[in-house]
């Protein structure tokens, strides 16, 4: 008899939490279960403890600016504007999706939309049409509801906008926003992030407490931004060397106003700036490398690869 009970009260849980996590309008938890164990499209680089770039898409690093204010003649909006054009039919509009809740200071009224939309026309608009709209929230509920993420469904190009990277994990990381960023880079999309916005497409941060990670577009990678202009160049190296991170993760150091193309598991470096590779190892002192403008760099094997004969940028 007893056995019996414990039985139909076991029976009567499961149907109680079907019917409470089947539905995927708000609730955080089965997206979350999702999302958790495949960590986007790299779920094959972290099992096997290797630094991978996304199956398919692109990924664009910027390592900030100097400036509080977004500029339209920033040299980065073309690249991202090339790069982002090539998964979509010529004459076909660029479907923009910006993501500023990095910024502690927005309160996504409507003169700041239409701010960064003017800019974003402007910077955007020299190879045809541009449709852009806004993704903002700090409730994770509203991050997993269908409709909040609808503007996802068509975008070929997200901008995630710098600020402090733990805002953008703790709103949308293993939720239903982050699994339409994922689908982005499955359809061939662009996703592009200034500062906190590069910070959050590797696996962890560097600079938060333990365990906060990103939205591991790149797996095993950490990224560090501002380098030069804040003295970051021997951070990570340091990091290493106390064994603060483990010798599977890669460290990515971008300078401002540099950009890190990733594709696959190749990172083309864009600017006149640098990029600063730590490759720790298991024993003895992190090697350290330094990428300039037109260099390229293989994240699996960490090696650098012989640069393109011409830099189309």
Request: proline content about 4%; overall charge positive; hydrophobic content about 35%.
């Amino acid at each position: 008899m007893n056995q019996n009970r414990r039985i139909n009260r076991a029976a009567l849980v499961i149907i109680l939490a079907i019917a409470v996590f089947g539905s995927t309008e708000n609730s955080s938890v089965a997206l979350s279960v999702n999302d958790q164990y495949r960590e986007c499209n790299n779920s094959l680089g972290q099992e096997k403890h290797e630094t991978r770039g996304p199956e398919s898409g692109c990924l664009i690093l910027h390592g900030g600016g100097s400036g509080k204010n977004i500029s339209p003649d920033d040299p980065s909006f073309p690249v991202i504007e090339k790069l982002a054009r090539k998964s979509i039919k010529k004459g076909q509009a660029l479907n923009v999706v910006v993501i500023p809740t990095a910024k502690p200071k927005y309160k996504d009224s409507k003169k700041e939309r239409e701010t960064l939309k003017s800019i974003g026309q402007k910077a955007l608009g020299s190879f045809g049409s541009v449709n852009i709209e806004f993704i903002h929230t700090l409730d994770r509920k509203k991050a997993n509801q269908v409709s909040f993420c609808k503007p996802l469904e068509t975008a070929n190009l997200v901008i995630i906008l710098g600020g402090y990277p733990s805002r953008l994990t703790k709103a949308y990381r293993g939720t239903r926003v982050h699994r339409m960023l994922d689908q982005v880079l499955k359809r061939n999309g662009v996703i592009a992030g200034a500062s906190a916005g590069a910070i959050v497409q590797g696996s962890n941060f560097s600079r938060a407490p333990a365990g906060e990670r990103g939205f591991g577009w790149i797996s095993n990678c950490i990224v560090d931004v501002h380098v030069t202009k804040r003295k970051r160049q021997k951070y990570l190296s340091n990091k290493f060397e106390q064994k603060k991170f483990g010798s599977r993760y890669l460290g990515v150091g971008i300078d401002e106003s540099m950009l890190v193309i990733v594709k696959q598991d190749i990172i083309e470096v864009v600017g006149k700036k640098r990029v600063h590779i730590t490759n720790p190892s298991r024993s003895g002192s992190p090697k350290m490398l330094t990428l300039r403008d037109g260099d390229r760099y293989h994240l699996r094997d960490r090696k650098r690869l012989k640069p393109k004969p011409e830099n189309p940028w």
